[in-house]
């Protein structure tokens, strides 16, 4: 039988962390410009860190002026640094997640070879690092993978430091860091997650001693001083903030079930059937491998309640999304990876895999939608910054991101409900902004007022839906219309004064 094989002497030099960390870097990054924003996640938070950069407002995180509550600010902060240095492109836009990437694998790679050997170790970033989860996380811009990479971290160095022979301060510090960079990546799953895990782990293990062992004063100190501000300073800004935060966006939308993106149980476990694809034949070679030492016994039950764990809890909700699952992602590659570097079939294996990324990547850039971003381009060279520009009936974050204004754009609606009162949804989201910051809410306006600003001394610019019924009227009230693209339209005022 064929068996595929690659050379010891290539086995051994990519057991180097830095070769194999450098590589997926390489792999992430050179195939991460290929692909357009997709509408309306990465264009949302491209926008929101591209307002922070622009204004120079790093306390609260906004859209269009409006306050953006929804996230903490760590990945608003990143992207948005990166732009004020390089301006805005796709590779800045997705430098977080492909940096929180390269993140967990280095904790895989840290986690395995402290357990087991260098080879098991490579062999388990190479199937996270083809894993098309992971591929696609990792050029996604939102702050999933960055979470993931925090919580990966939070356990890399509480597990190490759990099973260091002597003291190990600095980790247990580390360790507590990290939870709280993950907190302000995305809330507290940053911190129940990990906790969980570790808990869990212990006490499979007949090691409640670790549980203990992990309860660090100077540790909890760090996490307050990381975290703890930025939550203070925001309620001090915008009081309610705080119950906002935690009550809404964590306990009621894990509990009930009307927001956006129901979908059953079986959700999850399709999409890590479909991840596993490439390595079923190196799984079912290996189907009746036994892990013998108590080393790799251990990093067994922490993959399983690793895995378990995350998979249970995000299964519960009914609201689901592919981001919400990646950090199971680590736990899959410990799971996966000793077994796959065991078997014969594991070059062919993680090719599979790298061409199945690469499949997908083709099928999304096939598939993209460009939204509004086509005709905004058609126009935008006659737009001047003292034009008033406005959206009809919602925000198009493709064209405010491609328009990159620093005036706020107008958008005109119907703004007479209160947030309580709407779906989830953007409406909702630029509600609760107008509610949290009065003075931003002069965005968003009605009709009537639109057709006040036309009456003014200044070209009026509005983005809307070119099959929308509406514009029929707008046609005849003192638009015209410069440019239709892709079921988009830009009208322009044609007011020449009384």
């Keep these: 039988m064929l068996e595929w094989k690659l050379p010891h002497s290539i086995e051994r030099v990519s057991t180097m962390p830095a070769l194999i960390l450098t590589s997926v870097a390489v792999w992430l990054a050179c195939t991460a410009w290929m692909r357009p924003l997709s509408v309306p996640d990465e264009v949302r938070y491209t926008d929101v860190a591209r307002w922070m950069a622009q ?3 790093w306390l609260v995180p906004r859209i269009d002026g409006l306050p953006f509550l929804h996230k903490p600010p760590l990945y608003f902060w990143l992207e948005a640094a990166a732009i004020r240095v390089s301006g805005e492109h796709l590779l800045v836009d997705r430098w977080v997640s492909i940096a929180a990437g390269v993140l967990i694998c280095g904790c895989v790679y840290w986690l395995v070879r402290s357990f087991a050997d260098g080879r098991q170790a490579l062999w388990s970033v190479a199937v996270l690092a083809v894993c098309p989860l992971f591929f696609g996380g990792s050029q996604f811009a939102n702050m999933d993978m960055l979470v993931a990479a925090f919580i990966a971290l939070t356990l890399t160095l509480a597990v190490l430091a759990a099973r260091s022979a002597t003291p190990a301060p600095a980790y247990w510090i580390g360790a507590y860091a990290a939870a709280g960079f993950a907190l302000l990546s995305k809330g507290l799953i940053g911190i129940v997650l990990p906790a969980a ?3 869990s782990w212990a006490v499979w293990s007949g090691r409640r001693d670790w549980i203990v062992k992990a309860v660090s ?5 760090v996490l307050a001083l990381v975290a703890i501000p930025w939550f203070l300073m925001v309620e001090a800004e915008i009081p309610g903030f705080l119950r906002y935060f935690i009550v809404y966006h964590h306990f009621q939308r894990f509990a009930e079930s009307g927001f956006n993106n129901p979908v059953g149980p079986w959700f999850y476990p399709a999409l890590l059937l479909f991840a596993a694809l490439p390595f079923l034949l190196p799984l079912y070679e290996q189907r009746r491998h036994r892990v013998e030492d108590p080393a790799g016994k251990s990093l067994q039950r922490l993959g399983i309640v690793w895995f378990v764990i995350v998979l249970v809890f995000f299964s519960i909700p009914k609201s689901k999304l592919t981001g919400y699952i990646f950090p199971i992602l ?3 590659a410990i799971l996966v990876g000793p077994r796959v570097a065991a078997s014969k079939w594991r070059p062919l294996a993680t090719a599979g895999g790298a061409c199945l990324c690469i499949a997908l990547l083709i099928a999304a850039i096939a598939l993209h939608k460009p939204g509004a971003t086509a005709v905004i381009e ?3 060279a006659e737009i001047a910054a003292e034009d008033d520009v406005a959206f009809l009936d919602r925000y198009y974050f493709e064209a405010a991101l491609s328009l990159n204004r620093k ?3 107008l958008i005109v609606g119907d703004w007479s409900k209160k947030s309580s009162e709407l779906h989830d949804g953007v409406h909702r989201q630029l509600t609760e902004g107008g509610e949290f910051d009065p003075r931003a809410r002069a965005v968003l306006i009605d009709r009537q007022a639109l057709h006040a600003l036309q009456r003014r001394d ?5 983005v809307t839906s070119s099959d929308r019924s509406s514009n029929a009227a707008l046609l005849g009230e003192g638009f015209v219309r410069v440019a239709n693209r892709h079921g988009y339209a830009v ?4 007011w020449q004064g009384p």
């Design 217 to 221: 004063v100077p540790g909890l100190i």
């Design 197 to 199: 895990i570790y808990v």
């Design 458 to 462: 200044v070209t009026l610019w509005l």
């Design 55 to 57: 204004h120079g407002d």
């Design 407 to 409: 005036r706020p754009i």
């Design 330 to 332: 680590p736990a899959f």
């Design 378 to 380: 058609a126009v935008r």
């Design 491 to 494: 009208l322009r005022s044609t």
